[in-house]
């Protein structure tokens, strides 16, 4: 059974920084494009950034350019969303799906900027 878990959200003040992790079960991370979404309450889901199963191929949202970084450990089946320079409008639950075709999901976790 696949399980995607993410971790590493919480509270943090603007201008902070968050490591997050979605780490992989069931699957083999090397052989899908990863990315990490995210969801504020009422809006549509939003791609923040993707990367490809080597991690040569690496795709951000504009609102998120220069500040976030996506990274893979493919022995560690493990994705990281590195956020730095965080801003309020940055709060929202983020998740990871696996698969060009988002095949799965994790079940999210918090990010909250605010001071």
């Known amino acids: 059974q696949v399980k995607l878990v993410e971790s590493g959200g919480g509270l943090v003040q603007p201008g902070g920084s968050l490591r997050l992790s979605c780490t992989a079960s069931?699957?083999?991370?090397?052989?899908?494009?990863m990315s990490w979404y995210r969801q504020v309450p009422g809006k549509e889901r939003e791609l923040v950034a993707d990367i490809s199963r080597i991690g040569g191929i690496k795709n951000y949202a504009d609102s998120v350019k220069g500040r976030f970084t996506i990274s893979r450990d493919n022995a560690k089946n493990t994705v990281y969303l590195q956020m730095n320079s965080l801003k309020p409008e940055d709060t929202a639950v983020y998740y990871c799906?696996?698969?060009?075709?988002?095949?799965?999901w994790g079940q999210g976790t918090q990010v909250t900027v605010s001071s």
């Open positions: 799906a696996a698969g060009q075709d988002r095949r799965y």
């Open positions: 069931g699957l083999v991370l090397s052989s899908y494009t």
